[in-house]
Antibody, heavy 120, light 107 residues
């Protein structure tokens, strides 16, 4: 069974850097075709796809945020880390990580999400 | 980026109603279109993937179809658990994009 769980700070100050960790089980990021991505959702607003990293270290980013994002993987710990720099209150959102299998008919399997508030 | 235009933003309906939500893509995404249901405070739940495939465990009152770049999610007979927000998502090319959501509310 695939499970993912996000963790990180719940409150971050503007201009600071956010580091979120996705801990997963039920699959390995060393397996061909496997990827883990991030999606966020500001309170009361729509979902926004952010980034994804594949087993071969191929990385994809949302173009409008690419300069502020970095996604990395630690296969020994079964974790994926998303870093976002220069936070602003508009980055307040629930951040979800998700499993993706390249070429699969289904888009992804989601984690439960973690709420991050950006405020001074 | 592929834009996903979802309508309506709010839909007022009653239990037993047949409801349809529409999502239009700015260019071809077929067949890589999914529909999600989201309840407050919860992660989105996959209902339909690859335009019309029903996710395991999801009621058959949910169905999806496409006509060109226009996609529809239909709930054949609205049930109390169906009052929620629905999103479409294209996963044909990066960045993956979502519709703005449709909130289904009691009439």
């Amino acid at each position: 069974q695939i499970t993912l769980k996000e963790s990180g700070p719940t409150l971050v100050k503007p201009t600071q850097t956010l580091t979120l960790t996705c801990a997963f089980s039920g699959f390995s990021l060393t397996t061909s075709g496997v990827g883990v991505g991030w999606i966020r959702q500001p309170p009361g607003k729509a979902l926004e796809w952010l980034a994804l990293i594949y087993w071969d270290d191929d990385k994809r980013y949302r173009p409008s945020l690419e300069s502020r994002l970095a996604i990395t993987k630690d296969t020994s710990k079964n974790q994926v880390v998303l870093t976002m720099t220069n936070l602003d209150p508009v980055d307040t959102a629930t951040y979800y990580c998700a499993h993706r299998l390249l070429g699969a008919d289904k888009p992804m399997v989601w984690g439960q999400g973690t709420l991050v508030t950006v405020s001074s | 980026d592929i834009q996903m235009t979802q309508s309506p933003s709010t839909l007022y309906a009653s239990v037993g109603d047949r409801v349809t939500i529409t999502c239009r893509a700015s260019r071809s995404v077929s067949p890589w279109l999914a529909w999600y249901q989201q309840e407050p405070g919860k992660a989105p739940k996959l209902l339909i993937y690859k335009t019309s495939s029903l996710e395991s465990g999801v009621s058959s009152r949910f169905s999806g179809r496409a006509s060109g770049t226009e996609f529809t999610l239909t709930i054949s007979s609205l049930q109390p658990d169906d009052f929620a927000t629905y999103y479409c998502q294209q996963y044909t090319s990066y960045p993956w994009t979502f519709g703005q959501g449709t909130k289904v509310e009691f009439k």
